[in-house]
C-alpha cells in the first residue's frame, strides 16, 4: 500500500499592503513654498470665483472689469480672499492632503486645471475690455 500523503493547500497570493502614505508637512514655511499645495491652488480658487463673479456682474449690469472693482469690489475681493485662504490653509496644517479628498470627476487635478484657465479667463477679460474700451458683453 502507498504511504498517506497530506494534501499541499493551495498557494493564495496575498498582494502586499500599500505602502503608507507620506507624511504630509504642516509647517508654514512648506505648505506656503512656491511649490507647495496652497499658493497655486488658493490663486486658483480666487480666480474662479473672480471669473463667475466678474461675468455675472457684467451680464447683469454691463460693468466691465475695472469699473467693479472701482464700485467697491477691492473690498469684495479682500474679504472673499481671507476668508477662502483660512479655509484653504486650515485642513492643510492639520495635515490633511488635497488628494485625500480626491475622487471621482472633482479631482484635486481638475481643480488645478479649472484654476488655470479661470486665472487666464480673468486676465484675458481685464486685457481684452482694456483694450476695447468698454464691457465684454
Known amino acids: 500500500s502507498k504511504p498517506a500523503t497530506t494534501p499541499t493547500p493551495p498557494k493564495i497570493n496575498i498582494p502586499p499592503p500599500p505602502p503608507p502614505a507620506p507624511k504630509v508637512s504642516t509647517k508654514f514655511s512648506d505648505v506656503l513654498a512656491f511649490s507647495g499645495p496652497a499658493p ?7 480666480a474662479m470665483i473672480g471669473f463667475v463673479s466678474a461675468m455675472a456682474v457684467e451680464l447683469s ?9 472701482g464700485n467697491g469690489g477691492v473690498a469684495v475681493f479682500v474679504g472673499t480672499s481671507v476668508v477662502l485662504t483660512l479655509a484653504s490653509l486650515v485642513p492643510l496644517f492639520k495635515g490633511v492632503s488635497v488628494q485625500s479628498k480626491s475622487s471621482g470627476l472633482m479631482t484635486s487635478d481638475a481643480e488645478l486645471w479649472n484654476g488655470r484657465v479661470a486665472m487666464l479667463g480673468l486676465v484675458a477679460l481685464a486685457f481684452t475690455e482694456y483694450v476695447k474700451g468698454s464691457a465684454l458683453v
Open 61 to 69: 449690469s454691463s460693468q466691465d472689469v475695472f469699473t467693479q472693482i
Open 40 to 46: 497655486e491652488r488658493i490663486n486658483g480658487r480666487l
